[in-house]
């Protein structure tokens, strides 16, 4: 009788955490920078979910709780790359590109506005693989996963102030990676 308890405590969650893969595959392709690579993450995530499924506290923030996993696995990965990968490897080849904005439905757009969306998806997403991780994972998190400082702070597992210095830096590389595209005037 006890297993059977198991059973559905991990089957609840797991179809509570089916609601936010498409946030997590979201997540971790602008972090990884790679479809597979982004792919491979969110199994792995929801393996690891599922293995210690009795470390979530039902009614708190399964998002949150799933984007940490998340996170945390994509800086094990990413270091230990960086041990065995020089950087030039790690670049070598064409990067893909994600196909998530031409799946999104859309309100009939016309071709024009087809092509601008889909360019203007490409350079901010061209801007935020440029910006450093620690900026890029910050902006992720608050602008674009809509977490909260203090979740965000809890994934990144750093205090609240470093989430907003880092949101603050990472938001102004990005300004100046895209204010020619915008055609913003340098800020003085």
Known sequence: MAWEGKAEEKERLAADAMA??????????????????????????????LSSYRQFAPGSNMKAWLTKILYNLFLDRYHERRRWVSVEAENFGQEEKSDYWERVPAENPGPESLLLIKELNTKIADA?????????????????????????AEILSCPVGTVRSRLSRGRRLLYRLLRSYAGLKEKG
């Open 20 to 49: 936010h893969v498409d946030h997590l595959y979201r997540l971790a392709f602008h972090l990884a920078r790679d479809k597979d690579e982004a792919q491979d993450l969110v199994q792995e995530t929801f393996a690891r979910a």
């Open 128 to 152: 935020v693989k440029k910006i450093p991780e620690e900026f890029r994972a910050a902006v992720l998190l608050v602008d674009m996963g809509d977490f909260s400082y203090a979740e965000a």
